[in-house]
């Protein structure tokens, strides 16, 4: 995760172009992801509990705080990752992945609504960097 850190704020003072960012976003992202699949795979039992969980507070048939026990029940089993199958980190990452790939350097080569410029996705970074490290504070 802090090699993650990193890279977003790297890119966020301009140490790392929008081209670079998104090259090393994107593989960083994947690797963390494939880590915390793999380690799920190990368990598919815990997985299969994961993901109805994550459907039964989505359908709202648990409360946030019912669905925050169970998680940390389930996710304590497994071997420990950088970050855990469905957490906050996971769903900030992923929704970064989705606005680095959505990234176009060229206006021209832009289409409404499905890509992105240089200043969105360095204020998706940014937003993904605040969030980040206020999940690492006491309290959060």
Excluded: C
């Excluded at 998104?22 to 494939?34: E, F, G, P, S, W």
């Excluded at 969030?131 to 309290?139: A, D, E, F, W």
Aim: net charge negative; proline share 3%; charged share 30%.
């Amino acid at each position: 995760m802090q090699e993650i850190k990193q890279l977003l704020h790297d890119y966020i003072v301009g140490v790392v172009s929008s081209e670079e960012f998104v090259i090393q976003y994107l593989a960083l992202a994947r690797t963390v992801r494939d880590k915390t699949w793999m380690v799920l795979d190990k368990s598919p039992e815990v997985k299969e509990q994961l993901y109805q969980l994550s459907v039964d507070r989505f359908e709202e048939k648990i409360s946030e705080l019912e669905y925050q026990q169970k998680w940390e029940y389930l996710t304590n089993q497994l071997e420990k990752v950088s970050v855990k199958p469905y957490s906050k980190e996971e769903k900030i990452l992923s929704h970064l992945f989705v606005e680095a790939d959505a990234y176009k350097e060229n206006p021209e080569d832009r289409e409404a609504g499905l890509h992105i410029g240089e200043t969105e996705l360095r204020t998706e970074a940014q937003k993904a960097l605040d969030v980040l490290n206020s999940l690492n504070k006491p309290g959060t």
